[in-house]
Protein backbone atom coordinates (compact mmCIF):
# COMPACT_ATOMS: atom_id res chain seq x y z
CA UNK A 1 0.00 0.00 0.00
CA UNK A 2 1.35 3.33 -0.97
CA UNK A 3 2.23 5.73 1.98
CA UNK A 4 0.78 9.38 1.48
CA UNK A 5 3.46 11.25 3.49
CA UNK A 6 2.09 14.77 4.77
CA UNK A 7 4.37 16.63 2.37
CA UNK A 8 3.10 14.72 -0.21
CA UNK A 9 -0.57 16.24 1.19
CA UNK A 10 0.46 19.51 0.88
CA UNK A 11 1.47 19.54 -2.78
CA UNK A 12 -1.36 17.34 -3.57
CA UNK A 13 -3.89 20.28 -2.02
CA UNK A 14 -1.94 22.90 -3.10
CA UNK A 15 -2.11 21.35 -6.76
CA UNK A 16 -5.83 20.87 -6.36
CA UNK A 17 -6.22 24.64 -5.12
CA UNK A 18 -4.43 25.74 -8.41
CA UNK A 19 -7.02 23.12 -10.93
CA UNK A 20 -10.33 24.22 -8.90
CA UNK A 21 -9.77 27.94 -7.44
CA UNK A 22 -12.55 30.51 -8.46
CA UNK A 23 -11.89 32.87 -10.61
CA UNK A 24 -13.47 35.87 -9.47
CA UNK A 25 -14.49 38.91 -12.39
CA UNK A 26 -15.45 42.36 -11.20
CA UNK A 27 -17.92 44.43 -13.46
CA UNK A 28 -19.31 48.09 -13.23
CA UNK A 29 -21.46 49.16 -15.20
CA UNK A 30 -23.91 52.38 -16.12
CA UNK A 31 -26.83 50.50 -15.40
CA UNK A 32 -29.05 53.42 -14.22
CA UNK A 33 -28.78 57.34 -14.51
CA UNK A 34 -27.73 59.23 -18.26
CA UNK A 35 -26.05 56.09 -19.61
CA UNK A 36 -28.50 53.34 -18.31
CA UNK A 37 -29.46 52.70 -21.92
CA UNK A 38 -25.93 51.53 -22.84
CA UNK A 39 -25.36 49.81 -19.07
CA UNK A 40 -28.82 47.44 -19.01
CA UNK A 41 -28.01 45.57 -21.91
CA UNK A 42 -24.38 45.41 -20.93
CA UNK A 43 -25.29 43.92 -17.09
CA UNK A 44 -28.11 41.68 -19.43
CA UNK A 45 -24.88 40.22 -21.71
CA UNK A 46 -22.79 39.41 -18.34
CA UNK A 47 -25.57 37.18 -17.09
CA UNK A 48 -25.16 35.25 -20.55
CA UNK A 49 -21.26 34.50 -19.86
CA UNK A 50 -20.08 31.25 -18.99
CA UNK A 51 -19.64 30.45 -15.88
CA UNK A 52 -16.96 27.93 -16.25
CA UNK A 53 -13.60 28.33 -18.10
CA UNK A 54 -11.19 26.20 -18.94
CA UNK A 55 -11.96 23.64 -15.44
CA UNK A 56 -12.22 26.81 -13.33
CA UNK A 57 -15.57 28.57 -12.34
CA UNK A 58 -16.00 32.08 -12.76
CA UNK A 59 -17.72 34.03 -10.43
CA UNK A 60 -19.03 37.66 -11.56
CA UNK A 61 -19.67 40.44 -9.13
CA UNK A 62 -21.82 43.41 -10.51
CA UNK A 63 -22.12 46.52 -9.33
CA UNK A 64 -23.81 49.87 -10.98
CA UNK A 65 -21.85 53.36 -11.07
CA UNK A 66 -24.64 55.18 -11.75
CA UNK A 67 -22.74 56.73 -14.98
CA UNK A 68 -20.81 58.52 -12.30
CA UNK A 69 -16.95 59.09 -12.57
CA UNK A 70 -16.77 58.99 -8.55
CA UNK A 71 -18.75 55.62 -8.64
CA UNK A 72 -16.83 53.71 -11.19
CA UNK A 73 -13.71 54.48 -9.12
CA UNK A 74 -14.82 53.49 -6.16
CA UNK A 75 -16.89 50.27 -7.81
CA UNK A 76 -13.45 49.29 -9.32
CA UNK A 77 -11.21 49.92 -5.57
CA UNK A 78 -14.08 47.45 -4.20
CA UNK A 79 -13.87 45.43 -6.59
CA UNK A 80 -10.48 44.90 -6.18
CA UNK A 81 -9.79 45.12 -2.47
CA UNK A 82 -12.66 43.15 -1.09
CA UNK A 83 -14.01 40.61 -3.82
CA UNK A 84 -10.20 40.13 -4.86
CA UNK A 85 -11.00 39.93 -8.44
CA UNK A 86 -8.68 39.15 -11.32
CA UNK A 87 -10.20 41.12 -14.11
CA UNK A 88 -12.13 43.78 -14.24
CA UNK A 89 -14.59 44.59 -16.98
CA UNK A 90 -16.13 47.97 -17.16
CA UNK A 91 -16.92 50.52 -17.20
CA UNK A 92 -19.98 51.75 -19.80
CA UNK A 93 -19.02 55.01 -20.32
CA UNK A 94 -15.39 57.34 -21.50
CA UNK A 95 -15.27 59.27 -18.29
CA UNK A 96 -15.96 56.40 -16.17
CA UNK A 97 -13.26 54.49 -18.04
CA UNK A 98 -11.01 57.14 -18.24
CA UNK A 99 -11.42 57.50 -14.29
CA UNK A 100 -10.73 53.97 -13.39
CA UNK A 101 -7.12 53.56 -14.85
CA UNK A 102 -5.17 54.30 -12.31
CA UNK A 103 -6.75 52.26 -9.88
CA UNK A 104 -6.43 48.66 -11.82
CA UNK A 105 -2.87 50.15 -12.83
CA UNK A 106 -1.71 50.66 -9.33
CA UNK A 107 -3.19 47.07 -8.38
CA UNK A 108 -2.05 45.51 -11.31
CA UNK A 109 -5.42 44.63 -12.18
CA UNK A 110 -6.54 44.01 -16.34
CA UNK A 111 -9.43 45.75 -17.60
CA UNK A 112 -11.46 45.35 -20.32
CA UNK A 113 -13.37 48.44 -21.21
CA UNK A 114 -16.72 48.43 -22.94
CA UNK A 115 -16.76 52.91 -23.90
CA UNK A 116 -15.21 53.84 -27.13
CA UNK A 117 -12.94 56.26 -26.49
CA UNK A 118 -9.14 55.87 -27.99
CA UNK A 119 -8.03 57.84 -24.91
CA UNK A 120 -8.81 54.39 -22.38
CA UNK A 121 -5.66 52.81 -24.35
CA UNK A 122 -3.77 55.41 -26.44
CA UNK A 123 -0.92 56.11 -26.17
CA UNK A 124 0.08 52.32 -24.50
CA UNK A 125 2.24 53.63 -21.29
CA UNK A 126 2.57 51.91 -17.85
CA UNK A 127 -0.94 52.49 -16.67
CA UNK A 128 -2.59 51.79 -20.15
CA UNK A 129 -1.01 48.50 -20.49
CA UNK A 130 -3.43 47.20 -18.09
CA UNK A 131 -6.34 48.87 -20.05
CA UNK A 132 -8.37 46.95 -22.77
CA UNK A 133 -11.35 47.86 -25.04
CA UNK A 134 -13.89 46.04 -27.20
CA UNK A 135 -15.92 49.48 -29.06
CA UNK A 136 -14.24 50.67 -32.30
CA UNK A 137 -12.36 53.71 -31.63
CA UNK A 138 -13.22 57.14 -32.41
CA UNK A 139 -11.04 57.46 -35.78
CA UNK A 140 -12.24 54.22 -37.21
CA UNK A 141 -16.06 55.44 -37.04
CA UNK A 142 -15.07 59.59 -37.57
CA UNK A 143 -13.67 58.10 -41.13
CA UNK A 144 -16.71 56.49 -41.84
CA UNK A 145 -18.94 59.23 -41.53
CA UNK A 146 -16.51 61.68 -43.51
CA UNK A 147 -16.27 59.22 -46.27
CA UNK A 148 -19.99 58.70 -46.10
CA UNK A 149 -20.44 62.56 -46.43
CA UNK A 150 -18.11 63.51 -48.96
CA UNK A 151 -19.53 60.67 -51.24
CA UNK A 152 -23.31 62.74 -50.26
CA UNK A 153 -21.79 65.91 -51.29
CA UNK A 154 -21.54 67.27 -47.99
CA UNK A 155 -19.03 70.47 -47.86
CA UNK A 156 -19.67 71.58 -44.33
CA UNK A 157 -20.55 69.97 -40.91
CA UNK A 158 -21.48 71.67 -37.40
CA UNK A 159 -20.71 69.60 -34.71
CA UNK A 160 -22.55 69.35 -31.16
CA UNK A 161 -21.24 67.01 -28.25
CA UNK A 162 -21.20 66.06 -24.93
CA UNK A 163 -19.25 68.23 -22.88
CA UNK A 164 -16.86 65.75 -21.19
CA UNK A 165 -14.38 63.23 -22.60
CA UNK A 166 -16.36 61.39 -25.19
CA UNK A 167 -17.32 64.66 -26.77
CA UNK A 168 -14.22 66.27 -27.28
CA UNK A 169 -12.74 62.84 -28.07
CA UNK A 170 -15.11 62.76 -31.05
CA UNK A 171 -14.56 66.12 -32.04
CA UNK A 172 -10.29 65.67 -32.15
CA UNK A 173 -10.84 62.85 -34.06
CA UNK A 174 -13.71 63.54 -36.37
CA UNK A 175 -11.59 67.25 -37.14
CA UNK A 176 -8.80 64.85 -38.52
CA UNK A 177 -11.34 62.95 -40.75
CA UNK A 178 -12.63 65.76 -41.92
CA UNK A 179 -9.83 67.44 -43.10
CA UNK A 180 -8.86 64.33 -45.09
CA UNK A 181 -11.86 64.39 -47.20
CA UNK A 182 -11.85 68.30 -46.95
CA UNK A 183 -14.68 69.06 -45.12
CA UNK A 184 -15.07 72.39 -43.47
CA UNK A 185 -16.37 72.21 -39.65
CA UNK A 186 -18.31 75.51 -39.16
CA UNK A 187 -19.44 75.31 -35.66
CA UNK A 188 -18.89 73.23 -32.84
CA UNK A 189 -21.43 73.05 -29.57
CA UNK A 190 -21.00 71.27 -26.71
CA UNK A 191 -24.08 69.93 -23.78
CA UNK A 192 -24.05 67.72 -20.60
CA UNK A 193 -25.51 64.51 -20.34
CA UNK A 194 -28.18 65.58 -17.81
CA UNK A 195 -29.20 68.87 -20.09
CA UNK A 196 -32.81 69.07 -20.69
CA UNK A 197 -32.89 71.91 -23.66
CA UNK A 198 -30.45 72.70 -25.74
CA UNK A 199 -31.83 75.60 -27.60
CA UNK A 200 -28.96 77.71 -27.88
CA UNK A 201 -26.70 75.33 -29.24
CA UNK A 202 -29.13 74.35 -31.61
CA UNK A 203 -29.66 78.12 -32.66
CA UNK A 204 -25.94 78.35 -33.21
CA UNK A 205 -25.84 75.75 -35.28
CA UNK A 206 -28.89 76.28 -37.91
CA UNK A 207 -26.85 80.20 -38.09
CA UNK A 208 -23.96 78.53 -39.45
CA UNK A 209 -26.06 77.00 -42.37
CA UNK A 210 -24.39 73.46 -42.47
CA UNK A 211 -24.77 71.06 -45.28
CA UNK A 212 -25.20 68.59 -42.54
CA UNK A 213 -24.89 68.05 -38.23
CA UNK A 214 -22.72 65.71 -36.38
CA UNK A 215 -24.26 64.94 -33.17
CA UNK A 216 -21.05 63.02 -31.00
CA UNK A 217 -23.74 61.84 -27.73
CA UNK A 218 -24.97 58.31 -26.76
CA UNK A 219 -27.72 56.80 -25.13
CA UNK A 220 -30.92 58.28 -25.14
CA UNK A 221 -29.22 61.75 -24.63
CA UNK A 222 -28.24 61.95 -27.97
CA UNK A 223 -31.43 62.20 -29.00
CA UNK A 224 -31.65 65.69 -27.07
CA UNK A 225 -30.22 68.04 -30.15
CA UNK A 226 -31.86 66.05 -32.99
CA UNK A 227 -35.30 66.96 -31.75
CA UNK A 228 -34.49 70.40 -31.22
CA UNK A 229 -33.10 70.63 -34.88
CA UNK A 230 -35.89 69.28 -36.23
CA UNK A 231 -38.48 71.34 -34.15
CA UNK A 232 -36.23 74.88 -34.97
CA UNK A 233 -36.87 73.41 -39.06
CA UNK A 234 -33.27 72.52 -39.57
CA UNK A 235 -33.55 69.91 -43.11
CA UNK A 236 -29.93 68.83 -43.85
CA UNK A 237 -28.67 65.46 -43.25
CA UNK A 238 -27.73 64.52 -39.53
CA UNK A 239 -25.58 62.25 -38.53
CA UNK A 240 -24.85 60.32 -35.22
CA UNK A 241 -21.85 57.93 -34.08
CA UNK A 242 -22.18 54.75 -32.68
CA UNK A 243 -23.10 55.60 -29.55
CA UNK A 244 -26.94 55.77 -30.02
CA UNK A 245 -26.76 52.26 -31.16
CA UNK A 246 -30.22 50.85 -29.23
CA UNK A 247 -33.51 50.69 -29.41
CA UNK A 248 -34.15 52.86 -26.27
CA UNK A 249 -32.94 55.80 -28.86
CA UNK A 250 -34.83 54.85 -31.92
CA UNK A 251 -38.20 54.94 -28.95
CA UNK A 252 -36.93 58.34 -27.95
CA UNK A 253 -35.45 59.85 -30.85
CA UNK A 254 -39.35 58.68 -32.66
CA UNK A 255 -40.03 60.57 -35.97
CA UNK A 256 -37.29 63.33 -35.49
CA UNK A 257 -34.27 60.80 -36.00
CA UNK A 258 -35.73 59.41 -39.14
CA UNK A 259 -33.07 59.28 -41.74
CA UNK A 260 -30.21 59.63 -39.81
CA UNK A 261 -26.87 58.20 -40.71
CA UNK A 262 -24.23 56.47 -38.57
CA UNK A 263 -21.67 53.74 -38.28
CA UNK A 264 -22.22 50.76 -36.34
CA UNK A 265 -20.56 47.68 -35.37
CA UNK A 266 -22.13 44.86 -38.03
CA UNK A 267 -23.92 42.69 -35.32
CA UNK A 268 -26.52 45.97 -35.04
CA UNK A 269 -27.44 44.99 -38.57
CA UNK A 270 -26.16 40.92 -38.55
CA UNK A 271 -29.36 39.59 -40.88
CA UNK A 272 -28.82 42.24 -43.47
CA UNK A 273 -24.91 41.64 -43.93
CA UNK A 274 -23.78 39.57 -47.02
CA UNK A 275 -23.59 36.33 -46.46
CA UNK A 276 -19.73 36.13 -47.11
CA UNK A 277 -19.46 38.84 -44.12
CA UNK A 278 -16.84 37.16 -41.90
CA UNK A 279 -18.81 38.61 -38.87
CA UNK A 280 -22.29 37.34 -39.73
CA UNK A 281 -21.68 33.86 -37.81
CA UNK A 282 -19.97 35.26 -34.46
CA UNK A 283 -22.63 38.04 -34.59
CA UNK A 284 -25.43 36.17 -35.30
CA UNK A 285 -24.32 33.62 -32.30
CA UNK A 286 -24.91 36.63 -29.84
CA UNK A 287 -27.83 37.96 -31.19
CA UNK A 288 -29.11 34.53 -31.09
CA UNK A 289 -28.15 34.30 -27.25
CA UNK A 290 -29.03 37.08 -26.15
CA UNK A 291 -32.65 37.29 -28.19
CA UNK A 292 -33.54 33.58 -26.14
CA UNK A 293 -33.83 35.56 -22.85
CA UNK A 294 -34.58 39.35 -23.87
CA UNK A 295 -36.58 38.63 -27.18
CA UNK A 296 -36.76 39.43 -30.51
CA UNK A 297 -35.21 43.08 -31.87
CA UNK A 298 -33.62 43.58 -27.86
CA UNK A 299 -29.68 43.42 -29.03
CA UNK A 300 -27.74 46.35 -28.64
CA UNK A 301 -24.50 47.11 -29.67
CA UNK A 302 -23.58 48.17 -25.93
CA UNK A 303 -24.29 44.45 -24.77
CA UNK A 304 -22.40 43.21 -27.55
CA UNK A 305 -19.19 45.22 -25.76
CA UNK A 306 -19.81 43.37 -22.95
CA UNK A 307 -20.19 40.40 -25.01
CA UNK A 308 -16.93 40.78 -26.61
CA UNK A 309 -14.94 41.29 -23.39
CA UNK A 310 -16.18 37.97 -21.81
CA UNK A 311 -15.02 36.88 -25.34
CA UNK A 312 -11.58 38.18 -25.40
CA UNK A 313 -11.20 36.98 -21.12
CA UNK A 314 -11.86 33.29 -21.83
CA UNK A 315 -9.55 33.31 -24.28
CA UNK A 316 -6.65 34.48 -22.42
CA UNK A 317 -8.19 32.60 -19.05
CA UNK A 318 -6.58 29.24 -20.25
CA UNK A 319 -3.71 30.55 -21.31
CA UNK A 320 -2.91 32.73 -17.74
CA UNK A 321 -3.84 29.41 -15.85
CA UNK A 322 -0.55 27.37 -17.64
CA UNK A 323 1.23 30.66 -15.54
CA UNK A 324 -0.42 30.98 -12.11
CA UNK A 325 -3.21 30.63 -9.94
CA UNK A 326 -6.43 32.37 -9.62
CA UNK A 327 -6.26 35.24 -6.92
CA UNK A 328 -2.90 36.09 -7.31
CA UNK A 329 -0.89 38.80 -8.74
CA UNK A 330 0.98 36.57 -10.89
CA UNK A 331 -2.23 34.94 -12.29
CA UNK A 332 -2.99 38.95 -12.47
CA UNK A 333 -0.09 39.53 -14.61
CA UNK A 334 -0.11 36.52 -16.76
CA UNK A 335 -3.90 37.00 -17.80
CA UNK A 336 -2.89 40.68 -19.19
CA UNK A 337 -0.20 39.33 -21.03
CA UNK A 338 -2.28 36.81 -22.29
CA UNK A 339 -4.88 39.10 -23.42
CA UNK A 340 -2.26 41.27 -25.42
CA UNK A 341 -1.57 37.72 -27.25
CA UNK A 342 -5.08 37.03 -28.61
CA UNK A 343 -5.13 36.93 -32.18
CA UNK A 344 -8.08 36.57 -34.86
CA UNK A 345 -10.80 36.01 -31.99
CA UNK A 346 -13.82 36.33 -33.97
CA UNK A 347 -16.55 38.49 -31.64
CA UNK A 348 -19.70 40.14 -32.40
CA UNK A 349 -18.84 43.45 -33.55
CA UNK A 350 -15.09 42.50 -34.86
CA UNK A 351 -12.16 40.44 -35.33
CA UNK A 352 -10.06 41.14 -32.49
CA UNK A 353 -6.08 40.73 -33.06
CA UNK A 354 -4.14 42.45 -29.96
CA UNK A 355 -0.02 43.84 -29.50
CA UNK A 356 1.79 45.12 -26.97
CA UNK A 357 0.99 48.38 -28.69
CA UNK A 358 -2.53 47.78 -29.37
CA UNK A 359 -5.16 47.07 -27.02
CA UNK A 360 -8.50 47.37 -29.32
CA UNK A 361 -7.21 44.94 -32.05
CA UNK A 362 -9.95 45.98 -34.51
CA UNK A 363 -9.77 46.88 -38.49
CA UNK A 364 -12.23 47.95 -40.64
CA UNK A 365 -14.11 44.92 -41.06
CA UNK A 366 -15.71 46.14 -37.67
CA UNK A 367 -17.94 49.21 -38.32
CA UNK A 368 -20.80 49.01 -40.85
CA UNK A 369 -22.97 52.46 -42.05
CA UNK A 370 -25.96 52.50 -41.25
CA UNK A 371 -29.71 54.57 -41.38
CA UNK A 372 -33.16 55.37 -39.42
CA UNK A 373 -35.33 54.05 -41.77
CA UNK A 374 -39.13 53.33 -40.61
CA UNK A 375 -37.94 53.38 -37.11
CA UNK A 376 -35.40 51.09 -37.28
CA UNK A 377 -31.60 50.17 -38.48
CA UNK A 378 -31.29 49.69 -42.49
CA UNK A 379 -27.24 48.66 -43.77
CA UNK A 380 -26.22 51.05 -46.42
CA UNK A 381 -23.82 49.00 -48.24
Sequence with gaps: ???????????????????????????????????????????????LMPKMIAGQKINYIVLDDASDT???????????TESKVDIILGSTTTPNSLA??????????PMISMAASARIVEPQDAKKRWVFKTPQNDIMMSLAIAEHMANHGIKTVAFIGFADAYGEGWFQEFSKAAALKKLK?????RYARTDTSVTGQVLKTISAKPDAVLIAGSGTPAALPQKALKERGYTGKVYQTHGVANADFLRVGGKDVEGTFLPAGPVLVVDQLPAGNPLKKSAAAYVTAYEAVHGKNSVSTFGAHAWDAGLLMAAAIPQALKKA????????????DALEQVKELAGAHGIF?????????????????????????????
Excluded at 70 to 80: E, F, M, P, W
Design 1 to 47: MKIITPLALVAALLASTVTHADINVGVTVSATGPAASLGIPEKNTIA
Design 70 to 80: TGAVSNARKLI
Design 100 to 109: MIDVVAEAQT
Design 185 to 189: IVGSE
Design 325 to 336: RPGTVEFRIALR
Design 353 to 381: TMSSTDHLGLDQRARVMVKIENGAWKYQP
